[in-house]
């Protein structure tokens, strides 16, 4: 057991999207958390798009991995993700252990 496995768990995964297709993804991307309403072990979630438009990055906190599997294997993600697949030319998913949390000085 690691010092860190008390830390909250994000799963982070960077998109990069097909050429040109940047808005339309993050427009769906938005458009589908209604549609997936309240996620079982999801604490947080950030999504956001790099200024050069290359990509959009979603951060979600999550209660466990095992929170997270069960999500990518719930019908609801299933169906938003054949939305989203068109759109992607690539994804960087990982989970990663919050270590330090600044909070903002402005």
Do not use: C, W
């Not at 993600?77 to 330090?100: D, K, M, V």
Request: proline share 5%; hydrophobic share 40%; glycine share 6%.
């Amino acid at each position: 057991m690691s010092a860190f496995d008390s830390k909250p768990l994000f799963h982070i995964n960077v998109f990069t999207p097909k050429p040109g297709r940047l808005d339309d993804f993050i427009m769906a991307q938005r458009e589908g958390v209604a549609r997936l309403g309240e996620i079982r072990g999801l604490s947080e979630s950030r999504f956001y798009r790099a200024e050069d438009g290359s990509r959009a990055i979603l951060i979600a906190g999550f209660d466990s991995v095992e929170a997270h599997r069960a999500f990518l294997n719930s019908a609801a993600f299933q169906a938003e993700r054949a939305r989203l697949l068109p759109l992607i030319e690539s994804t960087e998913p990982g989970f990663y252990r919050l270590i330090h949390d600044r909070n903002r000085l402005r």
